[in-house]
């Protein structure tokens, strides 16, 4: 049986399963062992979890999502109440099979309901705006240097998560892709953003500021210039590389974090991103909790800096971002972990779909620009519903 | 020791990597202050953070109290904690200059940088020191060649020193050389 069929036979089953983009293809992971729901006392074990292995397996790992909200409460940040769907802070799968995919996923539902565009947005332009100032004032002031602020587009709708999954990566292969496909939720998501690759002691994160479309008149040295000269682009960039390399600082040993590349542009099938990477050499006996708490919630995606301003975005934000900003990845037995950002992604919980967006608010950020950027970032993933 | 306190900044524990390349540090919040530590240090560091030195009258007491008998290092929000102390206004700027590199130049002989001397600065702040400005023994060192704002300021008799850019950011060329050279002043 190829591996087409076999994918389509797996996923006509109705057995969960997950996808995670790999360096060559993709990787399938499915006949879970295992399902931890996660909340803010269990993880501690769960992190804390040490499993000798006589002979390894590659399938001696946990699979699966921290919610932003369990992120924020591990490094102690409370969120006030909020509108809530109640889906679980968090859920790792223990999977028994993992099998390589090639890039080229073929399937087609095309008996998959897709309805109209009826999504609704959260916070209309008017009220936008409003929050929008109000953060540029607490820029003026000094009390944060950058904001995200968070809008979601919904709508009722039951979608088939691999149909969806497969047209997506045919027009955006993103780097940290994955999708996840369980009996009352699934996700899909083209994120383009590692968070933390851990191997050994070597720890490395690779965040982006800037990205830009590809088309005939954009190359990739033009696309070079083209952030050099954006200065609020530049300015973001730089302040993330900071922030960054504070995060890994906080669990590397002295001397050992360095930027690795400095702000150099990756070139991905339809679009560039302006990226960074820093690494750095773990101190001894750092735990996998350490770990997260020292890079989670991942800065690129709340502001700087990170307390402050997550404290000023929960008194904002009235609905829980639950997948948002959160993180997908897997933990390996040895300790070994690869994380990235959920950005860019569906969650279907309860036949509702839900999409996030955010874009930063910097003291030279324009309103209408911001906006207009959320519904950009929302359309790629709102066009397939259609 | 060198006894750095954290104001909850994102950018603390890049001031702690780079300070440890001279001496042991420690490192604490702002609210979490260890006395013994304090009394222990050979230097304190008051880090950068968000909001402005009003915020923070535990640091100002800490500053008042140890001025004089510790050598005191101020970053960013740190350098305006200090010169707020000795009766400073810290006010907003025009220009916000957040992930910004800038050229800076020492500007006063007093200094133990070279008058004349340019630096490649990273900046991260929304507020500035309000001047004139007229303190005893407090000497305005270095400024940037474009705004004029202040950028660091000396007191050699008492060993306090100030830096309104972030010697510890990637944006700072040599910032290394900078922190060498107030710890061994």
Same mark, same amino acid.
């Given at each position: 049986m190829n591996?087409?069929?076999q994918l389509t036979q797996l996923h006509n089953s109705g057995k969960p399963y997950i996808i995670y983009k790999s360096n060559k293809g993709f990787n399938l992971y499915t006949d879970f062992s295992k399902k931890i729901i996660l909340n803010n006392k269990n993880i501690y074990s769960f992190l804390n979890k *040490?499993? *000798?292995? *006589? *002979?390894? =397996?590659?399938?001696?790992?946990?699979?699966?999502?921290?919610?932003y909200e369990l992120l924020n409460n591990l490094i102690?940040?409370?969120?006030?109440?909020? =509108?809530?769907?109640?889906?679980?802070?968090?859920?790792?799968?223990?999977?028994?099979?993992?099998?390589?995919l090639p890039n080229n996923l073929n399937y087609r539902d095309d008996n998959c309901a897709k309805k109209k565009n009826n999504f609704k947005i959260n916070i209309n332009k008017k009220s936008y705006s409003k929050i929008f100032d109000k953060f540029k004032k607490k820029i003026k002031s000094g009390e944060t240097y950058q904001i995200k602020i968070c809008t979601k587009y919904k709508t009722i709708s039951k979608i088939n998560p691999l149909d969806f999954f497969c047209r997506l990566s045919k027009t955006n292969l993103?780097?940290?892709?994955?999708?996840i496909k369980d009996k009352n939720y699934s996700i899909i998501s083209c994120s383009p953003e590692n968070l933390v690759t851990k191997k050994g002691s070597l720890i490395t994160t690779k965040p982006i500021a800037g990205t830009v479309k590809k088309n005939k008149n954009m190359n990739k040295i033009k696309a070079l210039n083209y952030f050099k000269k954006n200065i609020k682009e530049t300015k973001e960039h730089n302040m993330i590389v900071d922030m960054e390399r504070n995060d890994l600082s906080r669990i590397c040993k002295v001397g050992t974090v360095k930027l690795s590349k400095a702000k150099v542009v990756e070139e991905y099938k339809d679009l560039f991103h302006y990226v960074s990477l820093i690494k750095g050499k773990l101190k001894k006996n750092t735990k996998n909790i350490d770990v997260i708490k020292a890079m989670m919630p991942g800065g690129s995606v709340i502001g700087c800096p990170k307390i402050n301003t997550l404290n000023l975005l929960n008194n904002q934000e009235k609905e829980n971002r639950n997948i948002y900003t959160g993180s997908f990845g897997y933990i390996k037995f040895n300790g070994d972990m690869r994380f990235n950002i959920i950005i860019r992604s569906i969650l279907n919980f309860k036949n509702i779909s839900?999409?996030?967006?955010?874009?930063?608010?910097?003291?030279?950020?324009?309103?209408?620009?911001e906006f207009n950027e959320n519904y950009i970032k929302a359309k790629a993933l709102i066009d397939l519903f259609k | 020791m060198i006894y750095l306190i954290d104001h909850n900044d994102s950018f603390t524990h890049n001031v702690v990597h780079q300070f440890s390349l001279f001496d042991k540090v420690e490192c604490d919040n702002y609210n979490n202050i260890s006395k013994n530590k304090l009394e222990k240090a050979s230097a304190i560091v008051l880090s950068p953070g968000p909001g402005s030195p009003k915020s923070y009258p535990i640091t100002s007491k800490?500053?008042?109290?140890? #001025?004089? $008998?510790? #050598?005191i290092i101020g970053i960013c929000l740190g350098f305006q904690q200090i010169l707020f102390c000795e009766g400073a206004k810290i006010v907003e700027q025009k220009k916000i200059y957040h992930g910004f590199q800038s050229n800076i130049q020492v500007?006063?002989? $007093?200094?133990?940088?070279?008058?004349?001397? $340019?630096?490649?600065?990273?900046?991260?702040?929304?507020? #500035?020191? #309000?001047?004139?400005?007229?303190? $005893?023994?407090?000497?305005?060192?270095m400024r940037c060649l474009e705004s004029k704002v202040a950028m660091s300021f000396e007191n050699n008799k008492n060993k306090i020193y100030g830096f309104q850019f972030h010697p510890e950011s990637f944006l700072t060329i040599n910032g290394n050389l900078l922190i060498k050279k107030i710890l061994s002043a």
């Open positions: 591996i087409t069929n *040490k499993k *000798k292995i *006589k *002979k390894s =397996k590659n399938t001696d790992l946990f699979i699966g999502f921290f919610g102690g940040i409370k969120i006030p109440k909020q =509108k809530n769907i109640n889906l679980p802070k968090g859920i790792f799968y223990k999977p028994e099979i993992k099998i390589s993103a780097p940290e892709a994955f999708m839900e999409i996030s967006v955010a874009s930063g608010v910097v003291v030279d950020s324009n309103v209408q620009h | 800490i500053y008042r109290k140890f #001025k004089g $008998k510790k #050598k500007i006063s002989d $007093k200094s133990l940088f070279k008058k004349g001397k $340019k630096f490649k600065v990273g900046r991260y702040h929304s507020l #500035k020191l #309000k001047e004139p400005f007229k303190i $005893k023994d407090f000497e305005i060192t």
